[in-house]
C-alpha cells in the first residue's frame, strides 16, 4: 500500500504561484510514477503532470506546460508542483495519484486532494 497526503492549496490572485506537494510512505518503492491531476466543479478529472519516480523524468500536460513544474525528492518521499502564472481556469481540485508501470496504466493510490482557487 501506498499512501499520499496532498499539501499547499490556497487561495490566490491571477498571476500568483502556489506550491503544492505531495507526501508519500508505505510501498513507495513499488512506484512507478507519480502524478498530479485536477478536477474543477462540474468537469471531468485531468491530467497536470507526472514524475517518473527513479528516473525522475517529467512530463506535462500541453496546458500548463511552461507555466507548472514537477520536481520530486525520492529521499525524502515528496513530489512537488511548482505552479506559476495561475489562471482562473487553474481552479480545481488537485490529487497525486501512484501510477504503475502497466499499459493501460492503473492508479491505485490517491490522495484527498488540496483545493486550489485562483480569483481576482
Known amino acids: 500500500q501506498v499512501q499520499l497526503v496532498e499539501s499547499g492549496g490556497g487561495s490566490v490572485q491571477p498571476g500568483d504561484s502556489l506550491r503544492l506537494s505531495c507526501a508519500a510512505s508505505?510501498?513507495?518503492?513499488?512506484?512507478?510514477?507519480l502524478e498530479w491531476f485536477r478536477q474543477a466543479p462540474g468537469k471531468e478529472r485531468d491530467f497536470v503532470a507526472g514524475l517518473r519516480w527513479s528516473a525522475d523524468l517529467p512530463y506535462y500536460a500541453d496546458s500548463v506546460k511552461g507555466r507548472f513544474a514537477i520536481s520530486g525528492d525520492i529521499a525524502k518521499n515528496m513530489v512537488y508542483l511548482q505552479m506559476n502564472s495561475l489562471k482562473p481556469e487553474d481552479t480545481a481540485v488537485y490529487s497525486c495519484a501512484s501510477r504503475s508501470s502497466s499499459s493501460p496504466p492503473r492508479y491505485d493510490y490517491w490522495g484527498q486532494g488540496t483545493q486550489v482557487t485562483v480569483s481576482s
Open positions: 508505505g510501498r513507495t518503492f513499488s512506484m512507478y510514477a
